[in-house]
């Protein structure tokens, strides 16, 4: 892939005293609009073509350092202290203007979440191209070029006219790609990366992976990389930050913190990300009752023909997975479970009985039995109401219940999801990627269903609460007999909870079997291509891949 036009900053100009530091955060520190302490004196220092690690739970700070690096905060939080200096710039005693010239051309942003990012009315053409035109960096002919390498590259699907989409017509995963593409269209020096391949199926992680890690070797482009996935930053981070409620718990080399944790916090994360693929799930809770039943369904959008003929039975206390590439129709399958897509064919059943295909004409009680938690928790709850209003809301609506007794089941659930309960006060642009997500949770367990589909219910939590959600959910399962549908790029989930798991490539089941049948055993050849691609616990396994690539390509 070929460099766009975009002329490199003089880094002997830029970088101050040590011309190796790009991005240097001094005494950091922010403060909610209550006082209270969010970051508490963090100190970072990133090199040209480094790439730092920013790991830890929901709400350590991480996001929130890495906004900091823009000179940006949180709604409801302020800079507080410390110093943001790139290339040798204070940039926090920057006017707005000066702030404006710098995001996007010194430093960019790949968000967690792509759906909140992107403005619906645009197409992603005009919103990749907007950053290198409003810098003057290159023209519209050119930056539309740059822009469709950029997607050959991360494989989007058809990548000269992909651009012509609007965001809401492309998949979660395609999406995030595009994001990429966005934040890489000026070549910045600072890349913020916050976990920029959680949407992404394992086969799609790894080409974004070797992509980012190509061109940063390439360009010697410095990046902080925040995910929850310590196999995944193995992979790109050469130092690794642990934090914890706003502080550094540790920090040191890559292969250090994976194999030699000198705090007990980070051993356990190292631990729970380790034994997840040696943990298998138990069938005991299966009872031979069949709650939903899928005979050759078959769904459009329009004239493209998402769900090619897919049959699926539930049964119930059983969990069945399915997993695929972004795109493949696994969301779809879930919107034709929940009535939010009609089918053009198919029978579907249950409980026995025939299940009305719009939402609009099933019951109220229909309705209650099968709950849906989505994918991207920010376009999932309504930002303006209090986590009690959410939460509480299907308690209302399904049992009649009264105030006192809507917050008393939603302290109970907010105790299930290990949320504090006085956040039920706070509104969603208050907490955590993690925190949303559980809140969806939360709403969902809150209809006492028969049915939850979880559509990637763990993606944006850190590897201990996902440890804890996981718990709950086979807790769960086990005393009320819960049947689930889980939907996930993450094979190590499914591994740890799926009884039986079905593999969708382009609309179809190309596999669905008993899970470890799947995993020991895979018989088709994309099937044996999705567990090959989940990344291992070491820091070499990457290069490794892109080192067979090279040979094979020869």
């Not at 963090?42 to 040209?48: E, G, N, W």
């Not at 992976?209 to 992979?235: E, N």
């Not at 959600?469 to 769960?476: C, D, G, M, W």
Request: glycine content about 8%; charged content about 25%; overall charge neutral.
């Amino acid at each position: 892939m070929r460099a766009p036009p975009v002329p490199r900053q003089n880094s002997k100009k830029d970088t101050g005293m040590d011309e190796q530091v790009i991005l240097n955060i001094k005494g950091l520190r922010l403060e909610s609009v209550a006082g209270n302490l969010i970051v508490d004196n963090v100190d970072l220092q990133l090199r040209k073509g480094e790439v730092l690690g920013l790991i830890g739970e929901s709400g350590a700070g991480k996001s929130t350092i890495g906004l900091s690096s823009m000179v940006y905060a949180r709604a409801g939080l302020h800079i507080a202290g410390g110093e943001v200096i790139l290339g040798g710039t204070n940039i926090r005693a920057l006017d707005a203007e000066g702030r404006r010239a710098m995001r996007g051309k010194r430093v960019a942003y790949i968000a967690q979440s792509a759906a909140a990012a992107f403005n619906p009315a645009h197409t992603l053409m005009d919103q990749v191209c907007e950053a290198p035109l409003m810098h003057k960096l290159m023209s519209r002919p050119e930056a539309e070029a740059w822009a469709c390498e950029l997607f050959t590259a991360l494989d989007l699907p058809d990548p000269q006219n992909f651009g012509k989409r609007y965001p809401h017509q492309v998949s979660g995963g395609q999406l995030q790609r595009a994001m990429a593409a966005m934040a890489m269209s000026c070549r910045p020096d600072v890349l913020v990366l916050d976990e920029p391949t959680t949407a992404l199926d394992v086969t799609t992680q790894i080409e974004v992976l070797i992509l980012l890690k190509s061109l940063i070797r390439q360009y010697h482009t410095a990046a902080l990389y925040i995910t929850h996935d310590l196999a995944v930053v193995a992979q790109v981070a050469d130092r690794i930050k642990v934090l914890r409620h706003g502080k550094e718990v540790e920090e040191g080399l890559t292969a250090q913190i994976l194999h030699d944790a000198k705090q007990d916090y980070t051993a356990r994360l190292v631990a729970v990300r380790g034994a997840a693929a040696s943990e298998r799930a138990v069938a005991a809770t299966v009872k031979p009752e069949t709650v939903l039943s899928i005979q050759d369904c078959h769904a459009y959008y329009g004239d493209f023909h998402v769900v090619r003929g897919v049959s699926l039975d539930v049964k119930r206390g059983e969990t069945v997975a399915v997993v695929g590439e972004s795109g493949s129709g696994k969301s779809t399958l879930a919107r034709i479970i929940t009535g939010l897509l009609m089918p053009r064919s198919g029978e579907i059943a249950f409980q026995g009985n025939a299940l009305p295909a719009a939402l609009k004409d099933r019951s109220k009680e229909l309705k209650r039995t099968i709950q849906l938690v989505y994918q991207i928790p920010d376009v999932a709850i309504n930002p303006r109401q209090t986590l009690l209003d959410i939460i509480g809301r299907p308690v209302e609506f399904y049992f009649g219940a009264g105030r006192a007794e809507v917050l008393a089941r939603a302290k109970e659930l907010m105790a299930l999801v290990e949320l504090p309960v006085d956040f039920l006060e706070r509104r969603p642009g208050q907490l955590s990627g993690g925190q949303k997500q559980r809140v969806c949770i939360a709403r969902a367990l809150a209809a006492k269903p028969d049915l939850i589909i979880l559509d990637e219910p763990t993606s944006a939590l850190d590897p201990l609460v996902a440890e804890e959600i996981l718990t709950l959910l086979r807790k769960l399962q086990r005393e009320l007999g819960l049947s689930y549908v889980l939907i996930t790029h993450d094979l190590d989930v499914v591994h740890r909870i799926a009884h039986r798991t079905a593999v969708m490539l382009q609309g179809q089941f190309v596999a669905f079997d008993d899970t470890d049948k799947i995993f020991d055993h895979p018989e088709h050849a994309y099937t044996q291509k999705l567990i090959t691609a989940v990344p291992e616990m070491r820091v070499d396994w990457l290069d490794e891949v892109m080192a067979k690539r090279q040979t094979a390509s020869a």
